[in-house]
């Protein structure tokens, strides 16, 4: 079985680069990684969340995200300015993920079977995996504690 997307189709050239929306009444964004071209899915946690202020490797496992949370701060990555928000990210760069950049790389075997194996993941799959992420965040209690603190 191959990859969703054939090698040649560059669908991220017409994707937008940039998508700011709300999900769940969290901020959200879809933004593309400069040097790789692969999208990255955020979700903003508000202040007075449990959840706000958690490193990424301490969020919960009942917060989906594709392979990992892979990023946690309060800079809004859109501005680079904190604006409120605890800012948890996924990416798409793992195994298995295409990533757009891999058209630059070479043609040996190890390379072409990748290519052939991996699946692009399109602006549509990041905006519903953060959507997904986003009720979590939302309907997410913690162990013995509050949704919202005081």
Known sequence: MGSQYSFEMSEWKTEPDHIEFEASGLQALVLRAGGLGHLTGYVGVPKNHVLFGLDMGDIPSEIPAHKGWTYASDLNPATGKADGNWWIRFDCAHAGDLIPAMANFDTTMATAFARERA??????????TVEQAADAVKNYMGPNVALFRA
């Open 119 to 128: 699946v692009y993941r399109n602006v549509d799959y990041v905006r519903k």
